[in-house]
DNA sequence: AATGTACCAATCATCCTACAACTTTTCGGA
DNA sequence: TCCGAAAAGTTGTAGGATGATTGGTACATT
């Protein structure tokens, strides 16, 4: 019924200032903020006021501060530190998983909403798979891969599935290269996403959930080796 | 290649005990941590640095203070407000969309992993349906709805899908009720998941596919008609 | 030219004390 | 017993002091 009156704390005015300023593109990553003497002249606080406001931020992966020289912009967002330090307390396959569930989804949205620049960035990666195949360039061909994945799940135009995605991949990147490899027969001829890539282009749903199925399914296989051993 | 030099600041250490001590059930949700004084003897630094800690895990959504009273514990994982944050920044539907994902993923691995007590927990909430349908009770219905749907992600029996699942659910609670009587002829009986129910008591990992594919389409309607007003 | 040393200035890290603001408890009086 | 004032307990904010780390400069050494 009554709205609570709205004490928000100095430290809370001063953290979402910054977040602001962080969003709106005021200051981006990399950039340095101004020291800290700097700052309480400008929010008007004192300096235990502006710290625990700076070091909210600097946990939620915000910014960061080294001593002796300064406090710089690190993210834009905080989803990914959050996820990451949820998946370290949680199961790599039910991780994995996860992130496969996301990857089919997107699969479909895909076929459906890709435009021009999508599937070029998608072939780019495909054409880097290939020639990492050619060059048995087992890691390049990897990286290529995750690359391909990324394109197409950027290609599901839904920011929300993106950000999840890529925030669940950077960190995976060496496991998921662990389960692939651990294919001793593996062909990277098969691995090419191909006809994945032309389902999507062709806009037929039908067919890019088939492919997904079946890339996911392999996977799964092999994950479950790895489980075994 | 090198591993950075770990080099943890103060108040690093306090938050990462504090985070312990939580994830650990020393303090439990709800608890009362001792006043600032007594964790200052205890971890034995400043105030100041104790203060700075503490901010930290507050905005993180771990803790709450409140001027005068003291700091209780609220949450024992981060990921929930960071979610939230990151949901209101972000287009509903994106959201509503990646959660239809979690959906589909949850509704095949519940049809394999499903136990005993997950069976009774869903069946709990669709006799909860049934009775809230018998009496017209809309919001009653939509309120066991959404608790089948928890029942039925946790029996997929993966922590992490289910931690997005419910995090995503909680703040879009209105939002979804929204989306589900928009429909003109809401029709009890037909939004009854008993079919969804048996697939999954059967293990037909086939027909739970199939079912939520019609929920979701359904759902996925509903939503566009909201977005064509 | 490359490396090592000494020094300086800027900046963050930590600690301390003091007081304000708010909440809870205590206690005396009606 | 009930009520309200006072007291005690707790977090919020301010300001000052010192230590530690970093980055840069100048200069000597190899």
């Given at each position: 019924m009554f709205k609570k009156?709205?004490?928000?704390?100095l430290v809370e005015q001063v953290v979402s200032q910054i977040e602001h300023l962080i969003e709106s593109g005021h200051w981006s990553v990399g950039d340095r903020l101004p020291p800290e003497m700097e700052l309480m002249k400008e929010f008007d606080v004192s300096r235990n006021t502006l710290r625990e406001a700076i070091r909210a931020l600097v946990h939620a992966g915000l910014l960061e501060t080294k001593q002796g020289s300064g406090t710089i912009v690190k993210?834009?967002?905080?989803l990914g530190v959050a996820l990451h330090r949820q998946m370290e307390k949680s199961n790599l396959y039910e991780t994995l998983e996860v992130r496969l569930a996301l990857e089919r989804e997107a699969a479909q949205l895909a076929a459906l909403r890709r435009n021009k620049e999508d599937l070029q960035e998608m072939q780019k990666s495909i054409e880097a798979c290939k020639r990492a195949a050619n060059t048995k360039d087992l890691y390049g061909f990897l990286s290529a891969d995750i690359e391909f994945h990324k394109a197409m799940v950027k290609a599901a135009h839904n920011s929300m599935l993106q950000n999840l995605y890529e925030h669940m991949t950077d960190p995976l990147r060496s496991s998921i290269k662990r389960v692939m490899i651990?294919?001793?027969?593996?062909?990277y001829t098969r691995e090419i996403h191909d006809d994945l890539f032309h389902a999507i282009k062709q806009q037929s749903v039908k067919d890019a959930i088939g492919y997904v199925n079946d890339y996911i399914k392999e996977f799964r296989k092999k994950v479950k080796q790895i489980q075994e051993e």
């Open positions: 009156a709205n004490r928000m704390s993210s834009t967002s905080a651990s294919d001793k027969h593996f062909d």
